[in-house]
């Protein structure tokens, strides 16, 4: 008998009959045994559409009323997949972020778990109870509902499963697991049986949406197991992301390839190199709360330097304005950007103890006439910036020149 955390998206409770179906899942479980707590969001388009209700009074929606409106999506479907439960026969009852409680931080839309209280679940598990938590809420010190971010009740099954100290978090979603890329881009990407946690959240990063950034973290940090699954399936394993990597396998040394197309690039030419330059440009964009991505800065020449960085393609212009107030500080010669690019990156644990890699990888690219732009790694990660025409060859490319087709 295990405790397991399970928890549904979006799409795997989008409508009455899928809410069935996940009852039949959890009732499963149930039968066999286990303490099963299942999270789930809001049925699918749902928050999206009570964001664009709010907006609709207030173009920029207060974030407290915007938290207190997001949260009813979520509300909705603990309550709908409860009688579902109770109507097989499996006896079940839900639970608001408020009510568990999950106690956050009062950074309302974004806000940060700080404790759960067990109690109430525990109660309910051992009389034999399912428990159905709403994800994506919590609640801060003073009583405010608020909501942990897009994509939040990832996070909101991790954390419970952390703190019921459960033997495993499962989570359910639309795909059978991590894929070493995108199959809409390369149909031969395989499914993964295993991923480390340091890779997933790469992948994560780079834009594989499999699973919210944070609660990959949070995994990590905790050390909960954490598998991902089809709702739509009944076989599989799917994907378990793993603490460690496993010292007894031949680690592949490419676990997969990631790509964002969201970017943009900007660069400042000719600006001073003199202490405090980077400052005064990253510090300028980071006070308009715009991510840095890619940070590069040439080898000056003639007491000038010039400075590039990347960020989110929706930020493009934002920074792009900002840029020209520090040139006008600072004296730099031009502004130049590109808003037509993309990242490429290939993740994986194996490259820190293999050399060779990033040469693989560029001589891949060259052969197919690709120009790189920029180039960035870490110690299990080669990230190229290229032209957004490029994406996806080069992931097809570099998918086969890592042996993942195989
Ligand atoms: N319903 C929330 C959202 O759409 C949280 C989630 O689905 O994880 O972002
Ligand atoms: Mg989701």
């Known amino acids: 008998m295990a405790l397991i955390v399970q928890k549904y998206g979006g799409t795997s409770v989008g409508n009455p009959e899928r809410i069935k ?36 009074v207030q173009a920029n929606p207060d974030p407290r009323e915007l938290d207190q409106i997001c949260s009813t999506g979520e509300q909705v479907t603990i309550g709908l997949l409860s009688m579902a439960l109770m109507d097989i026969g499996v006896p079940a009852r839900s639970y608001t972020g408020g009510q568990v409680k999950v106690l956050t931080d009062s950074t309302f839309t974004k806000a940060r778990i700080l404790s759960i209280d067990e109690a109430n679940m525990r109660r309910d598990l051992e009389a034999g109870k399912v428990v159905v938590v709403a994800g994506f809420q919590g609640v801060d010190a003073d009583g405010n509902i608020t909501t942990l971010g897009r994509g939040g ?60 950034i944070r609660s990959v973290e949070f995994a990590g940090k905790y050390k909960v197991k954490l598998r991902v699954l089809s709702s739509f399936q009944d076989e599989g394993e799917g994907t378990l992301i793993t603490v460690e990597e496993d010292k007894n396998m031949e680690q592949p040394i490419i676990s997969g390839i990631a790509f964002n197309r969201d970017e943009a690039k900007l660069t400042m030419l000719g600006v001073p190199d003199t202490p405090g330059i980077a400052y005064q440009i990253l510090g300028a964009i980071a006070d308009a709360n715009i991510d840095v991505d890619m940070i590069i800065q040439n080898v000056g020449h003639d007491g000038t330097t010039d400075f590039s960085f990347t960020v989110n393609r929706g930020d493009f212009a934002k920074a792009q304005g900002i840029l020209e107030t520090v040139k006008a500080k600072l004296g730099g010669r031009e502004i130049t950007g590109d808003n037509k690019i993309c990242k490429v990156s290939a993740v994986g644990v194996g490259m820190r103890s293999h050399p060779g890699v990033a040469s693989k990888m560029f001589k891949a690219l060259a052969d197919e006439g690709i120009n790189i732009q920029m180039i960035s790694t870490s110690e299990i990660k080669i990230s190229v910036v290229l032209d957004e025409k490029y994406l996806e060859l080069a992931v097809r490319v570099l998918h086969r020149t890592f042996g993942l087709d195989q």
């Open 21 to 56: 179906n996940v009852a039949k899942r959890v009732a499963k479980f149930h039968a066999q045994g286990h303490q099963v707590v299942v999270v789930v969001s809001a049925m699918s388009g749902e928050t999206n559409k009570l964001i664009a209700l709010a907006k609709e």
């Open 153 to 212: 009740s990832d996070t909101s099954g991790v954390a419970l499963a952390a703190a019921l100290k459960a033997d495993e978090c499962q989570i359910y979603t639309d795909v059978d697991g991590v894929y070493t890329t995108d199959p809409r881009v390369v149909p031969e990407a395989k499914k993964l049986d295993t991923i480390t946690f340091e890779e997933m959240l790469e992948m994560a990063s780079l834009g594989s949406k499999v699973l919210q």
